[in-house]
């Protein structure tokens, strides 16, 4: 079935509220569920939305505020993950409220716990028959959108020049100059993170190094957001479920596929997504791996989309980034933002102390969630807990990430404590 086309029909289908206006382009991110129901002799497959989001923005560190109570960042792909988190938070309340309610994604897991584990959080898995996959109308920011682009002039220019030339070692140099110039790069606005290898910015190839961490780019004031090919790259590790929900969730929950529109590039994403994390269990220590530590999401497909999206940014050079933002959650949240404010639209500055203005997708709001499963469950002792501390509470998620920050995103930007003390 075509990821694309189920998604792009779906996003048909939602109010304009939030959409690009007219001579501006935005990024899709869906993320798709495949379940596959077996009968008496027929698998019969069926497919739905479960989260999207869309928008391109950023918001840069001097808006962040201390109470998880805005978007800080406003990209497709994020924006997505956080609906997604968002309906997994609604199933878990429905399945402890209701013992009759049949959740799509989601069933109770019977575990042994571990000794270390003294929590007496419930256990829920995906279902078997279940699978997800990502969609994005356009290849994710940071370390994705770098590869070798080949320029059409190049080669004219070096068949024109061949002529003139009788010195054979200038020549030679003329040749490896041409070169540089006939294959460029395809470049990111994503800047290299401290600490990781510098971009040289140089002509032509020479301008970017690959495999590095990157902070998103903003609009004047810099971001203190990783790009979304780090962040994809890192739900390749630790699942897309986060910290808080691994409480609920044990095993980390994986996408079975990706695929990608505008600027697709196979090794870039390869490179992107999977290869520079894939061994992040010490290859010297593979026979000693802690049982806590997450597998590998090695399995994740990459695919191509050629379908054209309507909001495009390649459709026009004099489009400009629509400053909207659109998350959806399955059955039927649909919230807009803005992405300058990552506040609900419709509110204005002098509201910002309303509650109401704050997307149901914040820190702040998703929290409350947590908190509220912590409720269902009769145990008091989380709720003077803030968001850092809880955070910290799931094992396995903790240990592999530590693990993945120590052998391969050493450079990885974190929250400030000050920015997630809330409770
Ligand atoms: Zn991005």
Redesign the pocket.
């Known amino acids: 079935m075509n990821i694309d086309k189920i998604s792009h029909d779906f996003f048909d289908t939602i109010d304009k509220k939030g959409k690009p206006l007219k001579n501006e382009w935005t ?1 899709l991110a869906t993320l798709v569920v495949e379940i596959n129901d077996s009968t008496q002799d027929e698998v019969v497959t069926s497919w739905k939305v479960i989260s999207l989001g869309t928008g ?1 923005r ?1 918001l840069g560190k001097s808006s962040l505020t201390k109470y998880g109570d805005v978007l800080n ?1 406003s ?4 924006i997505c993950k956080r609906s997604f988190q968002r309906y997994l938070y609604s199933e878990i309340v429905n399945l402890l409220s209701n013992n009759q309610y049949s959740s799509l994604l989601l069933e109770f897991e019977k575990v042994e716990k571990h000794k270390e584990d003294d929590s007496s959080m419930p256990i829920f898995k995906i279902k078997d028959n279940v699978k997800l996959h990502f969609y994005v109308t356009h290849t ?3 370390d994705c959108s770098i590869f070798p682009i080949e320029k059409d002039t190049g080669v004219l220019e070096l068949n024109e020049q061949k002529n003139e030339v009788q010195d054979e070692e200038e020549d030679e140099e003329k040749k490896r100059n041409l070169k540089k110039l006939k294959f460029d790069t395809q470049r990111t606005g ?1 800047k290299t993170v401290d600490g990781e290898i510098q971009d040289l910015k140089g002509e032509g190839v020479d301008y970017h190094q690959v495999g590095q961490l990157r902070i ?1 780019p903003g609009r004047g004031d810099q971001t203190d957001s990783m ?3 780090d ?1 994809i790259a890192r739900w390749n590790v630790l699942g897309l479920q986060g910290s808080l929900l691994s409480n609920f969730i044990q095993k980390p929950l994986f996408l079975s596929s990706i695929t990608v529109g505008d600027l697709f590039n196979r090794d870039s994403l390869q490179r992107g997504l999977l290869d520079r994390v894939k061994d992040y269990h010490n290859p010297t220590t593979t026979n000693n791996v802690d049982e806590f530590i997450y597998p590998f999401n090695s399995d994740m497909k990459i695919h191509q989309s050629v379908l054209e999206f309507q909001y495009s940014k390649l459709k026009s050079e004099f489009a400009v980034s629509s400053g909207y933002s659109i998350n959806y959650s399955y059955p039927s949240t649909k919230e807009s933002t803005i992405s300058s404010n990552g506040k609900k639209l419709g509110f204005t500055k002098k509201d910002f102390q309303n509650p109401k203005s704050q997307s149901t997708i914040c820190k702040s709001h998703l929290f409350k969630q947590f908190k509220k499963i912590t409720t269902l469950l009769n145990l008091p002792k989380y709720q003077d807990m803030t968001y850092h501390q809880c955070k910290q509470l799931s094992i396995p998620y903790n240990k592999t990430l530590n693990k993945l920050k120590e052998l391969k995103f050493k450079n990885w930007k974190t929250n400030s404590i000050d920015l997630i003390q809330f409770k």
Request: hydrophobic share 25%.
């Open positions: 990024i391109n950023c960042d990209h497709a792909e994020v994710p920011c940071g994503a998103k790009s979304c090919s962040k």
